[in-house]
């Protein structure tokens, strides 16, 4: 692959593997070829040899986009006026930004007082009408599954099955970088789209003989929304992990098939890891994700404990949005900035570390 190729956006970097567009209907911002991180000193503390897949460097900061520049060419070439979602926020954030680039109406559904902040912002600037409801993701998406069944617009959540030929391109990447496939793939599970793509696009990998031997995927939950890890939908999921804050997997039976056909499996961890390892990754490594991706970390972490992952695997982490999305909890999480006059010897008791 060549470098060059990295900046076309995903459809024509894969177009020999992907359904076909026209040139005029390809809706891109240039999303996916993202960074394919090693990370030893983190890999040290959960005791494996870890890269992270920095999925918060696409144009919106998510993933959604790679299922985004499917979905919304697809609504393109089928002259589609208006695009719905339901979202915990990088969906909307990533509808909003596709639909204006392709010059298409956007509506978004979120559950009022839990979409982080970057977020919201996102969706409203780029012109979608926003629309909170009181209620959760699964209550959104039941509404807007209404709409687009009995109205000419399109449903762009990974119902649509465009979302997740986009998504697979993922693993191509990893295999692309690394050379071989990991041995453990591991990632936040809501509605269990992504890790479905993941698998897709390992099987299709198997399929064309990149690789000879598939990946174990594992799935991590926030504990308070663990549907995958309990085997039963959560009423009132509840955890800061809000972009997996969701209670009734639109996915379960593919995300349930990936981690079993791949010898794989779930894992959950409570909010307490989670920021724990938020915290870990970018003090660490350098890399700041959100909450939500990083309870792909503490996920590993507890597959550890439980002798799932052994020590020394070789795993792919997804940091599947950027931690700019939720300022709000980055900021709660860390010391206050040092209020001093502006003064020399005030600046030079913190620089030398003398008590004032
Ligand atoms: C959407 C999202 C997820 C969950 O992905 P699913 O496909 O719903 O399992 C995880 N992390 C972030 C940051 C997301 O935006």
Redesign the pocket.
């Known amino acids: 692959m060549s470098a060059s190729n990295r900046t076309l956006g995903l459809i024509r970097r894969y177009r020999d593997r992907l359904p076909a567009f026209d040139d005029a209907n390809i809706v891109s911002i240039g999303e996916g070829s993202t960074p394919l991180i090693h990370a030893p000193r983190l890999g040290d503390r959960l005791g494996v040899n870890l890269y992270l897949k920095y999925e918060g460097l696409n144009p919106t900061g998510?993933?959604?986009d790679r299922g985004m520049t499917t979905a919304l060419s697809a609504a393109k070439q089928d002259g589609a006026q208006a695009v719905i979602c339901a979202s915990?926020?990088?969906?909307s954030a990533s509808a909003a930004a596709y639909a204006a680039r392709a010059g298409i109406r956007c509506v978004v559904v979120i559950p009022g007082g839990k979409v982080a902040l970057g977020k919201l912002a996102q969706a409203q600037i780029a012109g979608a009408s926003v629309v909170q409801i009181d209620g959760s993701f699964d209550d959104a998406l039941r509404m807007v599954r209404v709409m687009s069944e009995e109205h000419p617009i399109t449903l762009v959540n990974?119902l649509n099955p465009y979302r997740l030929e986009g998504q697979k391109t993922a693993a191509w990447e990893i295999i692309d970088d690394l050379g071989h496939q990991p041995e453990w793939m591991c990632l936040?599970?809501?509605?269990?789209?992504?890790?479905t793509a993941y698998w897709r696009g390992y099987n299709e990998s198997l399929q064309r003989g990149d690789i000879s031997v598939l990946p174990r995927m594992l799935g991590a939950q926030a504990e308070g929304s663990a549907a995958m890890v309990r085997g039963e939908d959560v009423l009132q999921p509840e955890t800061i992990a809000t972009?997996?804050r969701?209670g009734a997997?639109v996915?379960r039976e593919e995300?349930g098939a990936a981690a079993r056909d791949s010898n794989g499996g779930f894992a959950a961890a409570n909010d307490r890891e989670i920021l724990d390892w938020f915290g870990h990754v970018v003090r660490d490594e350098g890399v700041f994700c959100?909450p939500?991706?990083a309870a792909s970390l503490a996920g590993l972490a507890n597959a550890r404990r439980d002798g799932l992952v052994a020590e020394g695997a070789e795993v792919v982490c997804v940091l599947?949005?950027n931690g700019l999305k939720d300022p709000d909890t980055a900021i709660s999480e860390s010391a206050p900035p040092i209020t001093i006059p502006a003064e020399r010897d005030a600046l030079e008791r913190i620089v030398l570390g003398t008590p004032a």
Do not use: C, D, L, M
């Open positions: 998510s993933f959604k915990t926020g990088n969906t990974n936040p599970v809501g509605n269990g789209g992504n890790i972009a997996i969701i997997p996915r995300a959100e939500s991706s599947t949005g």
